[in-house]
């Protein structure tokens, strides 16, 4: 058994672009995900961040196989996963599941909560110890809901006790897994730090691991071991929670960071506020070279020529630069 539960190896995941109608001709490829390598260890939290449009939902959904990757490899729990079939997936699904970005959207407006819950019992065809109305009202007290609440429908709960809904419904099958896709962005602020505390304490009970996308930089230091930066599809830092934020080396990451809001007046006027020039590139025709070099205050002539090799700077401390801080 490896270190790991879940290793991306040069993963790509590349969608058609088309122009005009649904029936116009392929124009192109939209490089959603190109070349990415990403570890997460057993019981280990590895926070995805980067600007929208950036690729790190693309990343979630391929690892769920709910996206087919265009080429590399998925090793999930020691088993390569990259080509299974549905049918194949179903015994890898009770041990790898998904929290959705909308706590709404993604619950059955015509189902109870008991429904949506058991369903993942019904569909993998388990019979819970005590039956499951026994483990859904368990459940329900475990994400801080009450269990008497079990036959009331999704649009009786608010926001934040929807998505606790939605953490009960991946806890279900007890898994070793869980892709969070912002999972506390739709909610309001006063109760992003409840759920994000929820989930910390449901890893530490059951040893769960986590690969968490996010925009928001603090909540992903609050909960983050490690963490990933991507920047049009591809990673550009990946470092310890703790050395990110205190000693970035891209200037992608540098940017990112300049940007969070400081709680001390004093702090915040005297550090220096980085503005990136310019849009994100399009996807379908990304920069050559360094994906960057286009909004980088540090760019050369090579960097518009030569991808950057991905090399480790510090222990545990990887960056993609031709010229790293």
Same mark, same amino acid.
């Given at each position: 058994?490896?270190?790991?539960?879940?290793?991306?190896?040069?993963?790509?995941?590349?969608?058609?672009?088309?122009?005009?109608?649904?029936?116009?001709?392929?124009?192109?490829?939209?490089?959603?995900?190109?070349?990415?390598?990403?570890?997460?260890?057993?019981?280990?939290?590895?926070?995805?961040?980067?600007e929208s449009g950036c690729g790190k939902t693309t990343v979630g959904r391929t690892v769920m196989k709910l996206y087919e990757p265009t080429s590399?490899?998925?090793?999930? /729990?020691?088993?390569?996963?990259?080509?299974? &079939?549905?049918?194949?997936?179903? !015994?890898?699904? *009770?041990?790898? @599941?998904? #929290?959705?970005?909308?706590?709404?959207?993604?619950?059955?407006?015509?189902?109870?909560?008991?429904?949506?819950?058991?369903?993942?019992?019904?569909?993998?065809?388990?019979?819970?110890?005590?039956?499951?109305?026994?483990?859904?009202?368990?459940?329900?007290?475990?994400?801080?809901l009450n269990p008497e609440h079990i036959n009331r429908f999704p649009h009786e709960f608010s926001g934040g006790q929807r998505q606790r809904?939605?953490?009960?419904?991946?806890?279900?099958?007890?898994?070793?897994?869980?892709?969070?896709?912002?999972?506390?962005?739709?909610?309001?602020?006063?109760?992003?730090?409840?759920?994000?505390?929820?989930?910390? /304490?449901?890893?530490?009970?059951?040893?769960? &691991?986590?690969?968490?996308?996010? !925009?928001?930089? *603090?909540?992903? @230091?609050? #909960?983050?071991?490690?963490?990933?930066?991507?920047?049009?599809?591809?990673?550009?830092?990946?470092?310890?929670?703790?050395?990110?934020?205190?000693?970035?080396?891209?200037?992608?990451?540098?940017?990112?960071?300049?940007?969070?809001?400081?709680?001390?007046?004093?702090?915040?006027?005297?550090?220096?506020?980085?503005?990136?020039?310019?849009?994100?590139?399009?996807?379908?025709?990304?920069?050559?070279?360094?994906?960057?070099?286009?909004?980088?205050?540090?760019?050369?002539?090579?960097?518009?020529?030569?991808?950057?090799?991905?090399?480790?700077?510090?222990?545990?401390?990887?960056?993609?630069?031709?010229?790293?801080?």
């Amino acid at each position: 058994m490896t270190d790991n539960i879940l290793e991306l190896r040069n993963l790509t995941k590349f969608f058609p672009a088309k122009e005009g109608g649904i029936f116009s001709k392929v124009k192109g490829e939209v490089r959603a995900v190109d070349g990415v390598n990403i570890t997460v260890a057993r019981g280990e939290t590895v926070g995805l961040v980067g600007e929208s449009g950036c690729g790190k939902t693309t990343v979630g959904r391929t690892v769920m196989k709910l996206y087919e990757p265009t080429s590399g490899e998925i090793i999930f /729990d020691g088993e390569d996963i990259t080509h299974f &079939s549905r049918k194949e997936m179903k !015994h890898v699904r *009770s041990k790898m @599941q998904m #929290i959705f970005q909308d706590p709404f959207s993604s619950l059955n407006p015509r189902h109870t909560v008991g429904s949506i819950i058991s369903s993942s019992y019904t569909i993998h065809g388990i019979d819970p110890e005590g039956g499951v109305e026994h483990a859904v009202r368990e459940l329900l007290q475990l994400v801080g809901l009450n269990p008497e609440h079990i036959n009331r429908f999704p649009h009786e709960f608010s926001g934040g006790q929807r998505q606790r809904i939605g953490i009960a419904r991946a806890l279900a099958l007890k898994p070793k897994l869980i892709v969070a896709d912002e999972p506390v962005s739709a909610l309001d602020v006063s109760i992003q730090a409840q759920v994000v505390n929820l989930l910390d /304490d449901l890893q530490k009970e059951f040893g769960l &691991s986590f690969l968490f996308v996010a !925009h928001d930089l *603090s909540i992903v @230091q609050h #909960i983050s071991d490690r963490v990933v930066v991507m920047y049009l599809g591809k990673v550009m830092e990946m470092a310890p929670t703790r050395e990110l934020f205190e000693n970035p080396r891209h200037p992608y990451t540098k940017a990112l960071l300049s940007a969070v809001p400081v709680a001390d007046p004093k702090i915040g006027r005297s550090r220096e506020r980085i503005i990136l020039q310019g849009d994100l590139p399009s996807p379908v025709n990304p920069p050559s070279g360094c994906v960057f070099n286009t909004r980088c205050w540090k760019a050369q002539d090579i960097c518009k020529v030569s991808v950057p090799a991905t090399i480790q700077i510090a222990p545990q401390q990887t960056v993609a630069c031709h010229f790293p801080e």
